[in-house]
């Protein structure tokens, strides 16, 4: 009983505080020897992950503006100084929990059985270019009597629920999960172009950007709103290789769409905006009137629309690869998109060993995603033989320096019954 | 069992260290901006009030100015003061009178007005209040009519019936009321119609038809009517006012609506006009012994006018019905024929003006028909209008603000840039400064702004172009945020100081304000 309440402790404390699952099932459930779990009745497993990177801003820029602080001219000169021609950062946050039944049997086959889920998912992303990142940053004044584009620039964000049903694979843990998605809100701006003048004398701006604004039901906030709702395919298929040699698992996450409601807005940015400042005419002709700012947003939009539209979840394709060598070791390669604006492929490799049936190390070495590079490392462990935890980074770098360009962490914890 | 505990040790620092993630101040960033802040066109009248300036048909801006010079609270002439009077009715015969029965009385009063320097023979009431009181020592319920058929509304006279009941000499019957007399009218000739200051009354006495009993009168018995007129205020009167002189001796300041400037100003073809007005149905002598100004240093300099100085012997008005003809008389005083020029350019901060006025200098000569309509009787008034045509030479003006808009959060460090395009053919130069106290912390120092070239003598000038920077850095807007005064001074300068510019009302300075500098930008708050 007393173990019972820690382990409910356990799950919540989880749940509400770590953001984000990781993309693939944990290696050891497949790789170990000690299949016991499988006898089980029941698998609960709970993950999270959370992922921020960048390729241009690091860590201390992006703890800034994360957690407040003030950022000194040097360094943004210096992000700004070894900025590409397009940049990109992004941030992914989940946290889910499925349940395996693995005593009851789906089909007349007993190797399927049936899974729940259920998880929450925020991700954004953006793509930019030094001109950008510098007349946020450093001002427009070295513009001046320039004109400059923005332009192309994109940032979208997503938050949204799942509550799933699937069935599994109880020799592979491959399966197949159909999810009830709750859109919680949506933004997305694409801007192709961006061209701004700033005049010689800073007496006037001018912005002509030519782009599309989206966003879902403001009015509505909070987990799991309705202002959206879709569904979702999340496929796993988990192949052991012959004579326990390894495996190999493609992973395709939230392959599907949510529909904003009606309450949902588009807007046309392909409006020149001219600001010349205030204009207090009416202030100086009417000693009593009181100054009002004009409305820039209006300035710049010449068509809003409101009505409902479809939108793609952020879709993410995983495949891993791991072969043993040597009693207990294996090396593993994979590959991960995310088809966005921002993102790029990643690639990874490394290595494992593994200490025992319950417990295994790895490290791993990635390129690509939202960051550059990263060194990472991944702990496999299964206590007592009824509980799997797996905690790893794909970035040491990223808990340590703040020059890092990448900081995430993930973690399982899982017990069968 | 082991391994599980450190199972949960896990989770909880975990936990532990995730919920340190939170924001406990917002990301800021100083950005090199350079961005227009406000934009618009400033000229003469945003400035001025609009009461005090109009542009005449060349569009030459004309400052205006009227100001009545004087009160002379004629209407306290015919001021009537709270007034009590006793009228006392006796019965004359003892006797035990039926319900119905009229009883004799012996009555002849009179109310006597308490107006002493003026001979009222008709008025208009416009507020005031007649409070009564009758006192009866008969043994008896009777019905007391009392009536004022001088005293009238809508034609009306008005009559009081008060009814008593039992009173005796050593406890008379005592019972009263109040009207209000507005829009009442009085006829003060009394019973003969040929006095003034009074007003007939009449009192009359039966035995209360619906009384119980008879009344038992006893001669020597009497009613008495007490009244009370509380603050009658005429609005209309005629009679004879009397001779009257007043010493008037009035001062007041010329720059009530706007900070008179220091300097040395020319000025060209100002023009000033101080009218008489009579409404009253008197004969008026004003003789003006002083009009003169005081500058900011003290220095007096009187107005001459010849004409303005020798007695004005001012005719009554006519009357016809309720129509008044007044008679008017105008002085205007010009470059010409006095030294308005020059005392305008002295800059008089101060305005006296004494003069002797007599009312009725030579007696009744109307046999008491004088007349006033208390709403406009005799005015004297100055209206100035000074044609801006200038020269000025440091004229310099200044004013202080108190600070007490909320407080500015923003940091900024750089320079506001104000972007000037004038059509005024005069220079100005522009010291702003934060003061508190002795302490001073000056922003701009001879920020000068330049003037335009005149192209034609009709106003037409090139407009110049100024740049003023205003540096600003945090110690001026902590100075701004901790309620300092603003100190703004403005020194004016034409080309040259004896040829006149005149300043026109489509003159205007285009201005532009334009922030140079690092600003600190704050989200997350």
């Known amino acids: 009983m007393s173990m019972s309440r820690n382990f409910i402790f356990a799950i919540s404390v989880f749940v509400v505080s770590i953001q984000m699952v990781h993309a693939q099932l944990p290696s050891l459930l497949l790789l170990s020897d000690d299949s016991l779990y499988r006898q089980s009745n029941a698998l609960v497993l709970a993950t999270g992950e959370a992922r921020l990177g960048s390729n241009s801003l690091d860590i201390s820029f992006m703890k800034k503006m994360v957690l407040g602080g003030h950022i000194d001219k040097q360094q943004i000169s210096d992000l700004y100084s070894a900025m590409g021609n397009q940049n990109r950062a992004g941030y992914q946050a989940a946290g889910e929990l499925s349940f395996y039944n693995f005593r009851d049997t789906l089909f007349p086959d007993p190797t399927w059985g049936l899974k729940a889920t259920l998880g929450t998912n925020y991700h954004g992303a953006a793509s930019f270019n030094p001109t950008l990142f510098s007349t946020i940053f450093q001002g427009n004044q070295s513009f001046a009597g320039d004109t400059i584009d923005l332009g192309p620039f994109s940032l979208q964000t997503q938050s949204w629920q799942k509550f799933g049903l699937g069935i599994f694979n109880k020799k592979t843990l491959s399966g197949i999960t159909l999810s009830l998605v709750e859109g919680q809100s949506f933004q997305s701006l694409i801007v192709q172009q961006a061209d701004m003048h700033t005049s010689n004398t800073g007496d006037t701006i001018t912005l002509a950007p030519a782009g599309d604004y989206w966003r879902s039901d403001t009015t509505r906030s909070g987990w799991a709103n309705g202002s959206g709702v879709g569904v979702a395919l999340d496929l796993d298929y988990n192949l052991p290789l012959q004579n326990d040699m390894g495996m190999i698992s493609i992973s395709v996450r939230d392959l599907g769409f949510v529909k904003w409601n009606d309450a949902s807005e588009q807007y046309a940015l392909n409006h020149k905006a001219v600001w010349t400042g205030l204009d207090v005419n009416p202030w100086l002709q009417n000693h009593g009137d009181t100054l009002s700012k004009p409305n820039v947003e209006d300035s710049l939009v010449t068509d809003r629309r409101q009505g409902a539209f479809v939108a793609p979840l952020p879709l993410g394709v995983h495949l891993r690869y791991m072969k043993r060598f040597g009693r207990n070791n294996y090396y593993e390669a994979g590959w991960s998109i995310w088809p966005n604006r921002a993102a790029v492929p990643q690639v990874y490799a490394g290595v494992s060993h593994s200490f025992s049936n319950h417990f295994m190390m790895s490290g791993r070495l990635s390129l690509g995603g939202y960051t550059r590079w990263g060194l990472g490392a991944e702990v496999q462990w299964m206590p007592c033989g009824t509980w799997i935890v797996r905690a790893g980074t794909n970035a040491i770098g990223g808990l340590i320096f703040d020059a890092a360009h990448g900081r995430d962490g993930y973690v399982s914890i899982g017990r069968s019954f | ?525």
């Open chain 2, 1 to 525: 069992m082991r391994n599980c505990r450190l199972l949960i040790v896990f989770v909880c620092v975990l936990s532990f260290a995730l919920a340190g993630c939170k924001r406990e101040e917002p990301t800021t960033w100083d950005s090199s901006v350079l961005v227009p802040l406000a934009h618009g066109r400033l000229t003469l009248d945003n400035i001025i009030v609009d009461s005090l300036l109009s542009a005449d048909e060349s569009g030459l801006w004309n400052l205006r100015f009227n100001r009545d010079l004087a009160d002379f609270n004629l209407d306290s002439i015919v001021n009537v003061r709270d007034t009590v009077v006793n009228l006392e009715c006796n019965l004359p015969i003892s006797g035990s009178f039926n319900p119905g029965f009229v009883v004799p009385v012996d009555f002849g009063e009179e109310i006597h007005l308490n107006v002493p320097s003026v001979q009222l023979k008709h008025a208009v009431l416009k507020s005031g209040r007649l409070e009564y009181t009758l006192i009866s020592s008969v043994n008896g319920d009777l019905i007391c009519n009392f009536e004022i058929p001088g005293l009238k509304k809508n034609g009306q006279p008005e009559l009081f019936v008060v009814s008593t009941n039992l009173g005796s000499s050593a406890a008379p019957y005592t019972t009263g009321g109040s009207i209000d007399l507005s829009g009442y009218s009085l006829d003060l000739t009394g019973a003969s119609g040929t006095t003034f200051n009074r007003i007939a009354t009449n009192f009359n006495i039966l035995v209360d038809p619906l009384a119980p009993n008879p009344a038992q009168v006893i001669a020597g018995d009497n009613v008495i009517m007490q009244l009370h007129f509380v603050h009658p205020d005429l609005t209309y009167a005629d009679g004879y006012f009397g001779e009257h002189h007043y010493n008037l001796n009035e001062q007041f300041e010329v720059g009530e609506n706007f900070n008179l400037p220091s300097g040395v100003l020319n000025l060209d073809g100002a023009q000033m006009h101080v009218d008489v007005r009579n409404a009253v149905g008197i004969d008026a002598q004003m003789h003006f012994t002083n009009l003169s100004g005081v500058n900011a240093s003290g220095n007096a300099l009187m107005l001459n006018h010849g004409p303005l100085y020798v007695p004005l012997n001012i005719s009554r008005a006519v009357r016809s019905g309720d129509q008044v003809v007044a008679n008017t008389y105008a002085y205007e005083l010009n470059a010409s024929n006095s030294n308005l020029d020059a005392f305008m350019e002295f800059l008089p901060k101060t305005l006296n003006v004494a003069a002797d006025v007599v009312l009725n200098p030579m007696g009744n000569i109307t046999d008491g028909n004088d007349f006033i309509f208390t709403a406009d009787a005799l005015e004297a008034s100055v209206s100035l209008d000074v044609p801006l045509r200038l020269g000025m030479h440091d004229l310099a003006f200044a004013d202080t603000l108190e600070i007490t808009a909320d407080a500015l959060e923003e940091v900024f460090n750089g320079d506001l840039v104000l972007w000037a395009k004038s059509d005024f053919p005069c220079e100005a130069k522009c010291d702003l400064f934060l003061i508190d106290g002795s302490d001073s912390r000056s922003i701009v120092e001879n920020a000068t702004l330049h003037a335009a070239s005149l192209t034609s003598a009709m106003g037409q000038t090139a407009a110049a172009e100024s740049f003023i920077h205003l540096p600003i850095d945090t110690d001026i807007i902590t100075r701004w945020n901790a309620n300092h005064r603003l100190v703004i001074r403005v020194t004016l300068n034409t080309l040259s100081q004896t040829d006149v510019v005149g300043i026109y009302d489509h003159f205007g300075i285009d201005f532009k304000l334009i922030a140079n500098g690092d600003y600190q930008i704050h989200i997350g708050e």
